[in-house]
């Protein structure tokens, strides 16, 4: 949600006649797109601001803002510790980021916060939602959608709803016309963004969500090829969303399914609605239901209270589950949320390393085990590019959301966006390795990544 954030928020500048600078001394504006789900990210965050500070004394017209999360949850912590910032705004306003630039630069520094998101008709200031806005994007053939904004539930160690407010999802109709609209520019890939996707519409229609018809709305517009989406909450996997999945062949065969914990005592003291035998159920209907599914996950490690015990169980079921990876995370314990305030069941440090490096082994083990078994097959993979490694390789992705490293056939280059066949040939925790056997589709954008012959 933040990367696809910080990619709107380049469009804002972008479309507002900025460019983007190649180093930050001799950047004339510096944004930060901040996230405080993490503790880390907020440390590395101020320590950044600080550094700026000389640069911005030594530069008088340079202006430095702060938008998202942190700066939604920390306008006056920021305010203080770092009078040099000349704009902070929230995650519902990023559109009015050039705007707010410009008064700071007449009127000194300003500060705009909206609790919610921008009504879809304000003809007062035009339509300068969040979500309306045009992204700069990494790659020109995939591109993400937000369909709802902030969360309804309250997990203990979550920091979002005090930050996104509550869930609104977007009319659908104006979702189908924004992957229209993304199909005609030569995107064939969609992500639909949500903190709780399986829940996206209940606010709408005040009875049921939409989310299956969405994916199948999404899969049924011309020139998607690939849908994806995250995150679906485990207590809302409905089987309707799991037969869209099954039914509609553009919606991909992965599923991102965060447990969090395997231990009935930890979830019920995240407030996370499920327990692991209905979570494994869940993924076994998922299983059964949608051929070939890579099922990936979010696993927390030291949940304030968590015992030997429970991490065990954790482990179990990470291994029953089989995962085809998993973020793993350490607890981070976020202002005003209630597992911040259970300090005195909080995990010594050396024992929560420990117990993440034990399910990094269980993890990396079932993953590896699934990659193995693909040794051998044939992948549809869209080609990404060159390798970040080794420009010689190129990088694809599988439709369960593998990175495959193949070789480009003559040394010629291929497209990015362009649909190739590759024999799987190797496997490793991370990724797979294969032979490419034909390009079958290009992208219809004009972007072409060469590759060195050497
Ligand atoms: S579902 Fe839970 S973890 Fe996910 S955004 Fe909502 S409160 Fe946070």
Redesign the pocket.
């Known amino acids: 949600m933040n990367d696809h954030d910080s990619e709107r928020l380049a469009g804002a500048l972008l479309a507002d006649g900025l460019v983007a600078a190649p180093d930050l001394e001799t950047a004339d504006v510096v944004v930060f797109n901040t996230c405080c789900i993490r503790e880390n990210a907020d440390n590395k965050f101020y320590g950044h601001l600080g550094n700026l500070k000389t640069l911005r004394e030594s530069r008088p017209g340079m202006q430095i803002a702060v938008g998202g999360c942190l700066a939604q949850m920390d306008k006056e912590r920021i305010r203080q510790r770092a009078p040099h910032v000349d704009v902070v705004f929230g995650t519902h306003n990023l559109a009015r980021a050039p705007e707010l630039l410009r008064q700071a630069a007449e009127q000194g520094p300003v500060v705009e916060i909206f609790a919610e998101p921008l009504p879809p008709t304000d003809s007062s200031i035009g339509d300068q939602r969040s979500a309306a806005l045009a992204a700069v994007r990494d790659l020109p053939y995939a591109a993400w959608v937000t369909i709802q904004t902030g969360?309804d539930?309250?997990?203990a160690f979550?920091i979002?709803?005090s930050v996104r407010g509550p869930e609104v999802s977007r009319p659908k109709v104006e979702l189908v016309a924004e992957v229209e609209a993304l199909a005609r520019r030569g995107v064939s890939e969609v992500t639909l963004l949500g903190?709780?996707v399986n829940s996206y519409g209940r606010d709408l229609t005040r009875r049921r969500p939409l989310f299956d018809e969405l994916l199948r709305a999404t899969g049924a517009v011309e020139g998607i090829r690939r849908v994806r989406f995250t995150s679906p909450?485990p207590k809302d996997l409905r089987p309707e969303t799991i037969a869209a999945m099954a039914e509609t062949v553009e919606v991909c065969n992965h599923l991102h399914l965060p447990l969090q914990s395997g231990s009935d005592a930890t979830l019920a003291a995240m407030r996370r609605g499920y327990t692991a035998e209905r979570y494994l159920r869940c993924l076994a209907e998922a299983r059964l239901a949608i051929p070939d599914l890579a099922v990936t996950t979010d696993l927390i490690v030291g949940f304030p209270g968590e015992t030997e015990d429970d991490f065990e169980r954790t482990l179990e079921v990470a291994a029953e589950a089989s995962y085809d990876s998993a973020y793993t995370f350490i607890f981070s314990p976020r202002p005003g949320t209630r597992a911040a305030a259970m300090e005195e069941c909080f995990v010594p440090a050396d024992v929560v390393v420990e117990r993440l490096e034990r399910l990094r082994v269980v993890v990396e083990r079932s993953a590896l085990a699934r990659h193995r078994d693909r040794i051998g097959r044939v992948e549809e993979v869209v080609v990404e590019g060159p390798s970040k490694r080794d420009p010689e390789v190129m990088t694809g992705r599988t439709g369960q959301n593998k990175l495959v490293h193949f070789e480009p056939i003559g040394g010629t280059g291929i497209a990015s966006g362009s649909f190739a066949e590759v024999t799987i040939t190797g496997a490793a925790r991370h990724h797979l390795s294969g032979e490419l056997l034909e390009v079958t589709a290009r992208p219809s954008h004009r972007v072409r990544i060469p590759v060195s012959a050497g």
């Open positions: 969360c539930n309250s997990c979550c979002v709803p903190q709780n909450h």
